[in-house]
T-cell receptor
Framework: AQSVSQHNHHVILSEAASLELGCNYSYGGTVNLFWYVQYPGQHLQLLLKYFSGDPLVKGIKGFEAEFIKSKFSFNLRKPSVQWSDTAEYFCAVTSYNNNDMRFGAGTRLTVKP | DAGITQSPRHKVTETGTPVTLRCHQTENHRYMYWYRQDPGHGLRLIHYSYGVKDTDKGEVSDGYSVSRSKTEDFLLTLESATSSQTSVYFC????????????FGSGTRLTVV
């Protein structure tokens, strides 16, 4: 079964610092990849998704992610974080013909003003 | 937000009692999912539905049952609640399956004492 690893459990940054959150998945077939964000006390919201084509995907709020197939990775980036980006971030993967989206354990991001 | 509501938002129940959580959508989406969110585990799929009366098990289905008698409602039942089922439960919907991403509800925080 597919699985997702997020290696950073808690990341603390100062405002304006650059962000990169790692995500690796284990599945050999065609996959669709997602990043979700969960602000404190709220539900998950979609940040961006990759289906096919350009491996550099741009999402909302200035986030982007790069799909590197050879490394089974889909890392999330943002050039300059803001205090309002404080949240938990989840990477998720689903295969083309499987109706089971698998989530990573999440990375908690704290941005200090 | 998108037309998906979960009820109740919070519930405290005693070990051994039955509990039913409700997910209601107004989007007429075919697919509905129940996940549980636990620290260090991310979200894990309990059950999902791909149509009225059509359901299937997910990764952590033991101790849970579901029913979908109408397109708009997906019920999750804990037949006899245990402390290990203390969690936050999220419902999600999708028009065409997991590979297109989900819209999540606001969650139900369940505490089993």
């Amino acid at each position: 079964a597919q699985s997702v690893s997020q290696h950073n459990h808690h990341v603390i940054l100062s405002e304006a610092a650059s962000l990169e959150l790692g995500c690796n998945y284990s599945y050999g077939g065609t996959v669709n990849l997602f990043w979700y964000v969960q602000y404190p006390g709220q539900h998950l919201q979609l940040l961006l998704k990759y289906f096919s084509g350009d491996p550099l995907v741009k999402g909302i709020k200035g986030f982007e992610a790069e799909f590197i197939k050879s490394k089974f990775s889909f890392n999330l980036r943002k050039p300059s974080v803001q205090w309002s980006d404080t949240a938990e971030y989840f990477c998720a993967v689903t295969s083309y013909n499987n109706n089971d989206m698998r989530f990573g354990a999440g990375t908690r991001l704290t941005v200090k003003p | 937000d998108a037309g998906i509501t979960q009820s109740p938002r919070h519930k405290v129940t005693e070990t051994g009692t039955p509990v039913t959580l409700r997910c209601h959508q107004t989007e007429n989406h075919r697919y509905m999912y129940w996940y549980r969110q636990d620290p260090g585990h991310g979200l894990r799929l309990i059950h999902y539905s791909y149509g009225v009366k059509d359901t299937d098990k997910g990764e952590v289905s033991d101790g849970y049952s579901v029913s979908r008698s109408k397109t708009e409602d997906f019920l999750l039942t804990l037949e006899s609640a245990t402390s290990s089922q203390t969690s936050v439960y999220f419902c999600a919907i999708s028009e065409a399956g997991s590979r297109y991403g989900y819209t999540f509800g606001s969650g139900t925080r369940l505490t089993v004492v």
